[in-house]
C-alpha cells in the first residue's frame, strides 16, 4: 500500500520569504498523480499544484512549485514570496494511476504559520 | 467552477442517534468520497462511489454505511452515532474524464463538524 509522509507537523515563515514543506512517499508503481492542497482556517480544502511522475519537469504555479525527485521519492513543496493568506494546513497527495485507482492517500499534514 | 456542497457545517447529536450526512456536487463527476479528518491524522477515507449505486470501501468503513441514489448526491450515514466518531466529515468528487479537472483531483466540500455527546 502506498504512504505518504509528511515530516514537519508545523512550520513557520516570515512574510516575502521563502518556504519549503516536505513529502515524501512509498509506492511499487512507476505512473502516478502528486499533490498539494491547502487547508486554510475557513476549512475548505483547495488543489495547489499537482505533477504527474511521467512528467520530469516541476510543476509551477505562480509562487507555488515543486520540486519532484521521483528516484528519491520526494515531492516538496516552494512557497515563494510567502503572503498572510498563505497561511494553512497543507496536505501532500499521492494516487495511482489508471481510471480504476480512484483513492488520494494523504499525508498528516503541515500546518504553515506566516508571520507579519 | 466545481462546487460540492454538504448539508450542515456544525452538527451536534447524542449517542445512538441516527445521523445523515448529505454531499451534493454540481460537476456530473463520476467519483464521491467521504473522509473524516482528525488532528494528527490527516484525512482517511471512509467510503467511496464510483457510480450510482455503487460503493466500495475505504480504510476506515466500521460504524459508517453510505447511500448514492443519484449522480450528484452522496450520503454518510452513521447508524448508531458514537463519541469517537466525533471528527470533522469532508466530501470530495472527482471524474476520471480528461478535461474536467482532468488528471483525477479531487473537489472538497467546506466540511462539516460533528460533535456526538
Known amino acids: 500500500a502506498q504512504t505518504v509522509t509528511q515530516s514537519q507537523p508545523e512550520m513557520s515563515v516570515q512574510e516575502a520569504e521563502t518556504v519549503t514543506l516536505s513529502c515524501t512517499y512509498d509506492?511499487?508503481?512507476?505512473?502516478?498523480?502528486l499533490f498539494w492542497y491547502k487547508q486554510p482556517p475557513s476549512r475548505q480544502m483547495i488543489l495547489v499544484i499537482r505533477?504527474?511522475?511521467?512528467?520530469?519537469q516541476n510543476a509551477t504555479e505562480n509562487r507555488f512549485s515543486v520540486n519532484f525527485q521521483k528516484a528519491a521519492k520526494s515531492f516538496s513543496l516552494k512557497i515563494s514570496d510567502s503572503q498572510l493568506g498563505d497561511a494553512a494546513m497543507y496536505f501532500c497527495?499521492?494516487?495511482?494511476?489508471?481510471?480504476?485507482?480512484?483513492?488520494?492517500?494523504f499525508g498528516k499534514g503541515t500546518l504553515l504559520t506566516v508571520n507579519p | 467552477d466545481v462546487k460540492v456542497t454538504q448539508s450542515s457545517r456544525y452538527l451536534v447529536k447524542r449517542t445512538g442517534e441516527k445521523v445523515f450526512l448529505e454531499c451534493v456536487q454540481d460537476?456530473?463527476?463520476?467519483?464521491m468520497f467521504w473522509y473524516r479528518q482528525d488532528p494528527g491524522l490527516g484525512l482517511r477515507l471512509i467510503y467511496f462511489?464510483?457510480?450510482?449505486?455503487?460503493?466500495e470501501k475505504g480504510d476506515i468503513p466500521e460504524g459508517y454505511s453510505v447511500s448514492r441514489e443519484k449522480k450528484e448526491r452522496f450520503s454518510l450515514i452513521l447508524e448508531s452515532a458514537s463519541t469517537n466518531q466525533t471528527s470533522m466529515y469532508l466530501c470530495?468528487?472527482?471524474?476520471?474524464?480528461?478535461?474536467?479537472?482532468?488528471?483525477?483531483?479531487?473537489?472538497f466540500g467546506p466540511g462539516t463538524r460533528l460533535t456526538v455527546t
Open positions: 470530495a468528487s472527482s471524474s476520471p474524464r480528461p478535461g474536467q479537472g482532468g488528471n483525477y483531483e479531487q473537489y
Open positions: 509506492t511499487s508503481e512507476s505512473d502516478y498523480y
Open positions: 505533477q504527474e511522475a511521467y512528467k520530469q
Open positions: 497527495a499521492y494516487k495511482g494511476y489508471g481510471g480504476s485507482n480512484y483513492k488520494l492517500t
Open positions: 460537476m456530473d463527476h463520476e467519483n
Open positions: 462511489s464510483y457510480d450510482v449505486k455503487m460503493k
